[in-house]
């Protein structure tokens, strides 16, 4: 189990910070319409996480799952929408299409978050923010998504926090979107 853990730690460490992260976060903040996320798999459970993480921080995003897309859910989409697509490989059929489907929809910029250097999710998208090259070392097989999955995990929370700074979301306006559990009590005891 310690080498799973190191080696995920060790993967989400290696991830370069670079002017797309802050580009990634500037385009969110100016979303003139809807923040949409996507992926299939392991990816589309993060990017499920993510648009959770943004709207319980004050940005409202909504998931996509790309088979539902294909059944009528794309007409989610509109123009002036951000989409944030999760692929690690970058190659997965669903999300590149759904990419490609919701250009003509008018989806006005699709970030991609992507660790492969020839992902074909780097050709369609307008920012790539760069998970780096991951190998899946904790696996014994080397192939199951583990240190993968965390740094896409670590990079989706790195910016929703991010973006939370930005807008300067406060305590206060997260306990008034937590109105259960533990975490919105204690937000809301800052207003006794």
């Known amino acids: 189990?310690?080498?799973?853990?190191?080696?995920?730690?060790?993967?989400?460490?290696?991830?370069?910070?670079?002017?797309?992260?802050?580009?990634?976060v500037r385009v969110i903040l100016e979303c003139q319409g809807k923040l949409l996320t996507t992926g299939i798999g392991k990816a589309g459970h993060i990017a499920n996480k993510f648009a959770a993480t943004l709207c319980s921080t004050g940005t409202p995003a909504v998931f996509l799952h790309p088979a539902e897309a294909a059944h009528g859910d794309l007409g989610v989409v509109g123009k002036n929408d951000v989409m944030i697509a999760f692929s690690t490989s970058g190659k997965?059929?669903?999300?590149?299409?759904?990419i490609e489907l919701s250009s003509?929809?008018?989806?006005?910029?699709?970030?991609?978050?992507?660790?492969?250097?020839?992902?074909s999710l780097r050709e369609c998208c307008d920012?790539?923010?760069?998970?780096?090259?991951?190998?899946?070392?904790?696996?014994?097989?080397?192939?199951?998504?583990?240190?993968?999955?965390?740094?896409?995990?670590?990079?989706?929370?790195?910016?929703?926090?991010?973006?939370?700074?930005?807008?300067?979301?406060?305590?206060?306006?997260?306990?008034?979107?937590?109105?259960?559990?533990?975490?919105?009590?204690?937000?809301?005891?800052?207003?006794?």
Do not use: Q, W
């Open 1 to 24: 189990m310690r080498k799973v853990l190191e080696a995920e730690a060790s993967a989400i460490l290696a991830v370069a910070i670079d002017e797309h992260f802050e580009e990634a």
């Open 127 to 192: 920012i790539i923010i760069n998970m780096g090259e991951v190998e899946e070392s904790g696996c014994p097989i080397g192939m199951t998504p583990t240190s993968s999955i965390a740094v896409m995990l670590a990079v989706s929370d790195a910016v929703a926090m991010a973006v939370m700074e930005t807008k300067g979301f406060t305590r206060n306006e997260y306990g008034a979107r937590h109105h259960g559990g533990y975490l919105g009590r204690l937000a809301r005891l800052d207003n006794v």
């Open 104 to 119: 003509h929809l008018g989806v006005a910029r699709h970030i991609g978050v992507t660790s492969h250097p020839d992902s």
């Open 92 to 98: 997965s059929r669903e999300v590149l299409e759904i």
